[in-house]
């Protein structure tokens, strides 16, 4: 059942792209500005308090985390957590994770990146920063980014940052 929720929350991932091009679409230049900028992606980096005082404490937390799906979570096949939600349900999908720990990271004052991807898994979301991949769900921690995309046949599909996003 875990393996098929897991597959779920991947095609999920696939669809929230999907309607990032169709929103690009109809925002025309503009998408960063409406859409993201003052709309989704302020909805993602939401920033809860983080209570811990270092970044390897932070992402120990979100990676001890359970893994929901977005069906179990919100009852839906694809949804992009805020963080505070994140932190309600004490649990996520790897999109959820990664900005949950982006959301903490910024915090504290780095710059992370949070990348959807395709993997040889399926659709993903980790964290990228200073070159290295930092991926809660799957539990790698500060892996070389050249080294984490050829292990799982990485091909970035979107990426987003507090204030930016951009299409890979």
């Not at 932070?58 to 932190?87: C, H, I, P, W």
Request: with cysteine; proline share 4%.
């Amino acid at each position: 059942m875990k393996s098929v929720l897991i597959e779920a929350a991947f095609v999920g991932i696939s669809a929230i792209c999907t309607y990032l091009e169709y929103a690009k679409s109809q925002y025309h230049g503009a998408f960063g500005k409406y859409v993201l900028g003052s709309g989704l992606q302020a909805q993602w980096f939401d920033n809860p308090p983080c209570p811990l005082l270092n970044k390897e404490k932070a992402y120990q937390t979100v990676q001890m985390m359970a893994y929901k799906s977005d069906l179990q979570n919100y009852g839906q096949v694809e949804y992009f957590a805020r963080a505070s939600e994140t932190v309600q349900h004490e649990s996520g999908d790897c999109d959820d994770k990664a900005i949950l720990l982006a959301c903490w990271w910024t915090g504290l004052g780095y710059n992370p990146v949070v990348v959807i991807a395709d993997t040889v898994k399926g659709g993903h979301a980790f964290v990228e920063m200073d070159g290295y991949v930092y991926d809660p769900t799957w539990d790698w921690y500060k892996v070389p980014k050249e080294e984490y995309y050829s292990m799982f046949g990485v091909k970035p599909t979107w990426w987003f940052a507090k204030g930016y996003y951009g299409k890979s």
